[in-house]
């Protein structure tokens, strides 16, 4: 009965290739979010959908593409994978957009661009 | 231009004793403060949290304290046990998302 489930929790794959993950949560939230923990450990948002709107989109490359299908997924497609892409990333999702709302995170995919 | 920052990559503190983490920040905007603790291959969990009107909240061996002034905020974790030993994110809330510390990892030693 995981939360907040990513798949999948690693991938290596090569510069220049396209790859997707998948994030879903089953809490019934409304909003969900896409964060990335770079190499010095901060931990950053991307993106934030409440159900299925773009709310928030960081100076993300526009390689970086978020997908919401339904509320309850929230998929991330990465196009001509770079080094620098390298981090582990976390799906997360809270009830409403409001602001003191609790996260819930994922376990974490955590992406090697070699 | 790290809005939100801790200091000490890591601590380490013997069992029994306090663990007092801490989190400097910069923004005055920031309004709600919270505290994720991270197992490994894990995803971070909330931990305890403090409105920007208060100085002080406490959830049991967790004590959270915020000083606006100072633009700093502290968790202290009384008596620590082994296992409390993981890896603790400071977060701060503001226009709708929240702006992340890069962590401290917490070791208790027996």
């Known amino acids: 009965d995981t939360a907040v489930s990513q798949t999948p929790k690693y991938l290596v794959t090569q510069m220049g290739n396209d790859k997707s993950i998948k994030c879903e949560q089953n809490?019934?939230?409304?909003?969900m979010y896409w964060y990335k923990q770079d190499s010095k450990k901060f931990l950053k948002i991307m993106f934030s959908?409440?159900?299925?709107?773009?709310?928030i989109n960081e100076t993300v490359p526009n390689r970086f593409s978020p997908k919401s299908p339904d509320k309850a997924h929230l998929n991330l497609h990465i196009n001509s994978l770079e080094l620098g892409d390298s981090a582990v990333y976390f799906c997360?999702?809270?009830?409403?957009?409001?602001?003191?709302?609790?996260?819930?995170f994922g376990p974490g995919t955590r992406l090697t661009v070699l | 231009d790290q809005q939100v920052k801790q200091n000490s990559p890591s601590l380490s503190v013997q069992e029994g004793r306090i663990s007092i983490l801490n989190c400097d920040y910069t923004?005055?905007?920031?309004?709600?403060f919270l505290w994720y603790k991270k197992y490994p291959a894990e995803g971070p969990t909330f931990l305890i949290s403090?409105?920007?009107?208060?100085d002080k909240n406490e959830d049991g061996r967790f004590t959270v304290f915020l000083n606006k002034s100072a633009k700093h905020l502290s968790l202290h974790i009384v008596p620590s046990q082994p296992g409390d030993s993981a890896v603790y994110f400071c977060?701060?809330?503001?226009?709708?998302?929240?702006?992340f510390g890069q962590g401290t990892r917490l070791t208790i030693n027996p």
């Open positions: 997360a999702s809270t009830p409403t957009s409001g602001s003191t709302d609790t996260q819930y």
């Open positions: 809490l019934g939230h409304d909003t």
């Open positions: 959908y409440n159900n299925k709107e773009l709310i």
């Open positions: 923004n005055s905007m920031f309004d709600y």
């Open positions: 403090i409105s920007s009107i208060k």
């Open positions: 977060a701060a809330r503001g226009a709708q998302k929240l702006v």
